[in-house]
């Protein structure tokens, strides 16, 4: 246990030298794959902080049990009921397989170039692992991979709240805003209280702060690696040391948020505000060379330079712009959706610039538009909205607050659990549905035909009857639709092509 933070270091590295081996040309990608090991290499030697308190027991075996059914519930390697975004998830991982690297779905002579432009870090040592042994192995690498990395959330997450991890465990999975009072209150048709296995985040329409369970049963391979890049920047100082009692350079703590925005780069934007704080606060201005590391600084340039020519091959993101909200439909969504929990927490936590920065940022979400959809607002706020779970923990777990003011917490958080437990009720639902209900010959087999657009709209209790999994596309190559463009791009014009592909 004494060397989890090492195993997140590798973990959240070791898919960027994938990348750069199979996306790169090897003239590229050598010495940039060396200067990162370089960097990675003087991590692992730091002195990691003392996890002698973390012993297998009882309590680990809870933790393990309890990441492992919610990962289980997820969806994520096919074992249990899967949601609409999995349809495109496993098109990602198919095609990361099937294909060489990188993907390319058409190159002719002249015309467009099609190539896989997204984010797919996550993917890659399960696609790397089915290349060798097949789509089965695949998912259940990918389901191992997202299990290990939940447990290394938690266990920091715990350690940075100074309670057990079982607690913190159940604090994740739980938190949320308070989806079901907006049901209740401005739902229209869908969503409802009841039947409980509705998803309770769409009540006000295409504006979401998505609850920690919906972002891993939906998103996981954004929520999870973002997740990660927080815990390890929040609590770096505490974790490393180069020698007793010296700060940890802020350098490092730029090197994790550069492969936050190589696994997640919108969930990064949210990120940045707070990585400026870690650096103002940890810079000496006296001498800021001194707070400086060229060789960390130099790797995480890499790492977002790189990264950035690769995803601006792709111009579905090219849409920019502010959105008026009606003020009566904006306010009563920033309150249900973190706002009162925010507010609540001020008495405490009103001179800490991460109370302010998190509120402003909830606060002006919403306005933003990044592309064609709404996934600026869901996914940026991912950060955010995990700060705002730490000052909640801090008042829930260290009983340093008034009785009243933790009571008062402790409802809005009960209320807020119905959401991940509307997630969690549906995934129960449709797989016992599917395991024990529905016989063989009712089971539908996933679609076998290309095909070019994915319809949308069912409600997700009833998507994909009388099958598990989510799995219809079963290759980018022939989708043309609005939203297969955040994932096909035509790169001939594309810097990333013309200069970085491999020939």
Sequence with gaps: MKNLHRLTILYLTLPFIIFCMGWLRLSVAIPLVAVILWAVWQLLKQRSADWSALHFSWSTFYLLLITGLWVFLSGVGGYAFQNWDHHWRNAVLRDLINYDWPVVYSAPE??????????VGYWLPSALAGKLFGWKFANFILFLWTWLGVVLVIVQLGFKQKTSALKATLFLIFFSG????????????????????????????????????????????????????????????????????????????????SLCFFFA????????????????????????LKSIRLDFFFASVIIVIFSYLFFSSNTAAQERGFQLLAIKDFSAFFLFEGGFLWLLLAPLKWRDPRWIVTGILLFIMPFIQLGSDRDFVMRASIAPLFYLLLMAGEVVFQNKSPRLLRYILLTLLIIGALTPLYEINRS??????????????????????PLTHLAQGVAPEFEHP?????????TLKFMDDKISKNFIANVRQSLYYRYLAPR
């Design 428 to 449: 129960i639902y449709r797989t016992y549905q599917y395991y024990f209900l529905t016989g063989d010959n009712q089971r539908i087999q996933p679609n076998s035909e």
């Design 110 to 119: 002249q015309g467009p170039i099609k190539i896989l432009v997204y984010y």
């Design 265 to 288: 780069p919108l969930a990064s934007i949210g990120l940045f505000p707070y990585l400026l704080i870690e650096f103002v606060k940890g810079i000496n201005f006296k001498n800021p």
């Design 466 to 474: 009388n099958a598990l999994i989510a799995d219809d596309i079963q």
């Design 178 to 257: 308070m989806d079901a009072l907006g049901s209740l209150l401005f739902a229209k048709d869908y969503p409802t209280l009841w039947p409980p296995v509705q998803h309770l985040e769409i009540w006000a329409g295409s504006l979401q702060y998505s609850a920690f369970t919906t972002q891993l049963f939906w998103v996981f391979n954004q929520a999870v690696p973002a997740w990660l890049c927080i815990v390890v920047i929040l609590d770096l100082d505490s974790k490393l040391s180069e020698k007793p009692g010296q700060t940890l350079e802020i350098t490092q703590k730029i090197f994790i948020w």
